[in-house]
């Protein structure tokens, strides 16, 4: 096998998708990851309860997979709107730095008009490299 499926114990299963990819050579794809629970559901309608919900999906896969969040090397975030994300440029670090700490992988922000769920304010990706 090239890979192995990671989803974290208890979580909803993914339906035609999976939540990470764990390659053989240690990288951990994680697939868009947005601000519901383990059991998708949103307990918040806000962008930072969402941002940083989504935040704690990313780190669940990875210490799923065995990893931390020093081993991630990059963050591709979507957002619906632009506005929001820039006024509250305090609130999103101080989200970022209680989930992840002070680990600033490589990023990219995408401004879009919607996500799949209509609840959902962001989705953001990851990649990992575990066990360097």
Do not use: C
Request: glycine share 10%; net charge negative; charged share 20%.
């Amino acid at each position: 096998m090239t890979h192995q499926v990671i989803s974290p114990e208890g979580w909803a299963p993914a339906k035609g998708y999976a939540n990470g990819i764990l390659t053989k050579d240690g990288t951990l794809y994680v697939g868009g990851q947005i601000g519901w629970t383990a059991e998708q559901v949103f307990e918040s309608h806000d962008f930072i309860g969402q941002m940083e919900q989504a935040l704690r999906n990313i780190l669940a896969i990875l210490e799923a997979a065995g990893g931390t969040a020093d081993d991630l090397t990059r963050l591709t975030w979507y957002v619906t709107d632009k506005q929001e994300y820039l006024a509250r440029q305090r609130e999103v670090g101080q989200a970022y730095r209680r989930v992840l700490g002070r680990h600033f992988p490589a990023m990219t922000m995408v401004v879009v008009s919607a996500l799949i769920e209509d609840e959902a304010l962001v989705e953001i990706e990851a990649t990992a490299v575990i066990g360097r």
